[in-house]
C-alpha cells in the first residue's frame, strides 16, 4: 500500500498480528478484537457497524455470530484474512475517512467501491438482461482497469466490483488484476460456469477474489430464464469452491415470475446448504429498448420480498441486503458516486449499473474529473430523492428525477446496443413507481425510522453515514 502514510501501514501491520491472534481462539477472541477495532477507529469509519456487531455477537445463539464463527471454520486462513484487511481496514478504517475528506474538500460525491466491466462478452443470453444483447467484443484492456483502481486507491477506494458482460470470460487478466492490487477486494458478479478447478487454485493464490454467483431460483427457475443446464453447471462450480474453501456468495434477480420463489424460506436454507455466506437481492430493471417489461416484480411480490429478506437477517446465518428495499439502511440511493458508480466496457461513467448515461469517459476524464461532473453533480444534488427511504431510486421509484437530472446534464445514452431516450425509460417504470408509492408510505409510515428529520437534514447526514 504504497499511498499509506507510515502510520496507516503500521496500524496495518498491528492489525495483522490481531487477526493471527483470533485464529488461536475465535470463540474467545472476537469480540476481543472488536472492542480493539472500536478503540482504534479514531475517524469513526466503522462506527455504526462495529456497535451493531458487538451487540448481536454477545449472543452466542445468534444467527450472525454463527456466519462469522463459520469463516473460521469454512473459509480458508489466508483468504479470510486478505478479504477482512482489504474491506474493513483498507476500506472502510483507512479509505472512508478519505473518502470524506475528499468529498467536502472538493464539493463531490466520492465512492466507496466501484463497479467496472472488463467486456460486453457472455457466454449465456438470459432472458431480459441487457448484456446478453451488447453488441461484442467491447473491453476496457487490463492497463485501463489497473489505471482505474489506481485513481480509485488516491482517493480511498479499495474495494472493486466487476459486472458485464461476463467477466470471468478476462478471467487471466482478472488475476493479473489482483495480483497487482493486492490491498484491493475484487468482487464479481458472475454466472459462475466458467469456475473450475483450475481458476478456483488461482483464487487461492491471490486470496483477494470473491464471486457472487448469479442465480434465479432452483433449477426449474434458473434455467428457464438462463438456459437448459446452467443450473447443473451452477452447482459444479459452487461445489468447487467450496472444496477449496472459497469465500463467495449468490446474486439474485428477482422478478415477476421469480419472487416468491427468490423469498421463500427453503431457497434461502438451500443456498446456506451450498456454502454462501451473501446473498444480494436486485429487482428487475428494464434497461434497454427492447427490455420485456412484464418481468417488472409487482408491489406485493416487493413487499414480500421487503419482509421476507427483514426476517432472514434476523434467523439466517447468511448476510442478506435488496438494494431497493434496504435503502432506509443507506439514507436512500447509493449510486452517482454517493457510495459506488458503474464504468461501462466502453469506458463511460455512469451513475448506476442501471442508468446507461453518462457525460464522461474515462479515455478523456479522470475518476475525480468524473465526479464533478454535471450528471454525477446532479446525483449529489437530488439525493436522496424521496424522504421515504423505501422509495430510493430515481429509476424505479422516482422516474421524474431521472429524466430532469439527465437533461439538465445534457447526459447521453451509452446503452451500447441502441441509445434509449431517457423519457422513453422512465415511462416503462411510472406504473410500477406509482403502484408501489402507497405500499411503501404504509410500510414507511409503521417503521420507527418514518420519524426521520425532513430531506434537507438527510442531506446533510448522508455523506457521515458509512455504507
Request: charged fraction near 25%.
Amino acid at each position: 500500500m504504497a499511498n499509506l502514510t507510515i502510520r496507516e501501514k503500521m496500524f496495518c501491520y498491528a492489525l495483522n498480528r490481531v487477526i493471527s491472534y483470533i485464529d488461536k481462539n475465535p470463540d474467545e477472541n472476537i469480540l476481543k478484537i472488536i472492542r480493539w477495532l472500536k478503540n482504534h477507529d479514531k475517524e469513526g469509519g466503522l462506527k455504526y457497524q462495529i456497535n451493531a456487531v458487538y451487540e448481536t455477537l454477545n449472543n452466542p445463539n445468534n444467527n450472525w455470530t454463527k456466519l462469522v464463527k463459520s469463516l473460521w471454520d469454512d473459509i480458508d486462513t489466508d483468504v479470510r484474512k486478505t478479504i477482512f484487511c482489504n474491506v474493513v481496514v483498507n476500506g472502510s478504517m483507512l479509505g472512508s475517512p478519505k473518502q470524506r475528506r475528499l468529498a467536502k474538500e472538493l464539493q463531490c460525491n466520492v465512492p466507496w467501491a466501484i463497479l467496472m466491466d472488463p467486456t460486453t462478452n457472455c457466454n449465456l443470453h438470459c432472458t431480459g438482461c441487457w448484456a446478453g444483447d451488447y453488441k461484442k467484443g467491447l473491453n476496457l484492456s487490463l492497463e485501463e482497469l489497473n489505471d482505474i483502481v489506481s485513481q480509485g486507491k488516491e482517493v480511498g477506494v479499495y474495494t472493486y466490483v466487476l459486472s458485464g458482460g461476463e467477466p470471468l470470460i478476462r478471467k487471466d487478466d482478472i488475476i493479473k488484476l489482483c495480483e497487482r492490487n493486492k490491498d484491493c477486494a475484487f468482487l464479481a458478479f458472475t454466472n459462475g460456469t466458467l469456475i473450475d478447478e483450475a481458476f478456483a487454485k488461482e483464487m487461492l493464490m491471490v486470496k483477494n477474489f470473491v464471486p457472487a454467483i448469479s442465480l434465479e431460483g432452483f433449477k426449474e427457475e434458473n434455467d428457464k430464464r438462463r438456459g437448459e443446464g446452467t443450473y447443473d453447471k451452477i452447482i459444479d462450480a459452487i461445489k468447487i469452491l467450496k472444496e477449496h474453501k472459497l469465500l463467495f456468495g449468490v446474486s439474485c434477480c428477482y422478478t415477476k415470475d421469480n419472487a416468491l420463489v427468490l423469498g421463500s424460506e427453503v431457497f434461502i436454507d438451500h443456498i446456506i446448504s451450498l456454502g454462501a455466506k451473501f446473498c444480494w437481492y436486485f429487482t428487475y430493471i428494464p434497461v434497454g429498448v427492447n427490455a420485456p417489461l412484464n418481468l417488472i416484480a409487482d408491489s406485493s411480490q416487493r413487499e414480500y420480498m421487503y419482509h421476507q429478506i427483514r426476517a432472514f437477517r434476523s434467523t439466517k446465518p447468511i448476510f442478506t441486503m435488496d438494494f431497493w428495499n434496504d435503502g432506509e439502511y443507506v439514507a436512500g440511493c447509493i449510486a452517482g458516486g454517493r457510495h459506488y458508480l458503474h464504468i461501462n466496457a466502453n469506458g463511460d461513467y455512469e451513475p448506476c449499473a442501471f442508468i446507461h448515461y453518462s457525460d464522461s469517459n474515462i479515455r478523456e476524464k479522470t475518476l475525480l474529473e468524473a465526479l464533478q461532473s454535471p450528471l454525477f453533480q446532479q446525483y449529489r444534488a437530488h439525493q436522496p430523492f424521496n424522504r421515504n427511504l423505501l422509495r430510493p431510486c430515481p429509476l424505479l421509484d422516482n422516474p421524474d428525477y431521472l429524466a430532469m437530472m439527465v437533461d439538465n446534464a445534457n447526459a447521453y445514452s451509452t446503452d451500447l446496443n441502441e441509445p434509449e431516450d431517457v423519457h422513453s425509460l422512465v415511462a416503462k417504470t411510472k406504473e410500477a413507481s406509482l403502484n408501489w408509492a402507497p405500499v411503501a408510505d404504509r410500510l414507511w409510515n409503521a417503521s420507527r425510522r418514518s420519524s426521520m428529520p425532513p430531506r434537507d437534514d438527510i442531506k446533510e447526514q448522508m455523506d457521515a453515514l458509512p455504507l
